[in-house]
């Protein structure tokens, strides 16, 4: 089982849809985690840290599942500007930061 | 404040040259990440840092890669020699023990 999966999609909704994605990792000892977004031909940009059940901020809510090991990244009312790569970073607890990225999920959002 | 930054962008380059790409951290980060992006793959780390010693690079894909980062502000990913398998977007990024990483906006190298 990989480290860190997610589905590469893409999502291709609305603007003003609600859209949600979904990131599952193998190694119950991540305690904190990361979501990034990429626009094309550009670096990933660190979005939201998660690092207790969950994190809000605006539009954006991410919700953690200990129990299932996944966590979901929740955009609101999307925007045109919303379209791009959603990566998924689970860290272990302890001194090691060993960040494997999950391979993304593509949102399009449109017009 | 300045952020990570690598040189140099965009590289082409013949197969068996050897490529060297450039590093500079952001100030006051104790780890350092290299990382390669294809279409295929998606983001790979190849190797980090931490406090400039290197903890792991199982990643890296054989003895034709190497990375040093000889000082805290300063860090090279060579390839040598390199082959056209080898072209790829790669990725610097630096961050502190809390694990958000900050990247550098990439050097595109293209082995013909």
């Known amino acids: 089982r990989k480290e860190v999966e997610q589905d590469p999609g893409p999502f291709n909704v609305p603007e003003g849809a609600t859209v949600a994605f979904n990131c599952t990792y193998s190694?119950?000892?991540?305690?904190?985690f990361f979501w990034y977004r990429q626009d094309c031909r550009k670096e990933p940009k660190l979005l939201m840290s998660?690092?207790?059940s969950g994190n809000e901020d605006g539009r954006f809510t991410a919700q953690l599942n200990r129990a299932s090991q996944y966590i979901s990244l929740l955009i609101r009312d999307s925007k045109l500007s919303d379209s791009a790569t959603y990566l998924c970073?689970?860290?272990?607890?302890?001194?090691?930061?060993?960040?494997?990225f999950g391979t993304g999920t593509l949102l399009a959002v449109q017009p | 404040d300045a952020g990570v930054i690598q040189s140099p962008r965009h590289e082409v380059t013949e197969m068996g040259q050897e490529v060297t790409l450039r590093c500079k951290p952001i100030?006051?980060?104790?780890?350092l990440f290299w990382y390669r992006q294809t279409m295929m793959r998606g983001l790979e780390l190849l190797i980090y840092?931490?406090?400039?010693?290197?903890?792991?690079d199982s990643g890296m894909p054989e003895d034709r890669f190497s990375a040093k980062m000889p000082n805290a502000s300063f860090s090279t990913l060579k390839i040598q020699p390199s082959e056209p398998r080898d072209s790829a977007v790669y990725f610097c990024?630096?961050?502190?023990?809390?694990?958000?990483?900050?990247f550098g906006e990439g050097s595109r190298l293209t082995v013909l």
């Open positions: 990024a630096s961050g502190r023990i809390t694990g958000e990483l900050f």
């Open positions: 190694n119950s000892a991540s305690q904190s």
């Open positions: 998660v690092y207790s």
């Open positions: 970073v689970p860290k272990r607890s302890g001194a090691t930061n060993k960040l494997i």
């Open positions: 100030s006051g980060h104790n780890s």
């Open positions: 840092f931490n406090n400039n010693v290197p903890i792991d």
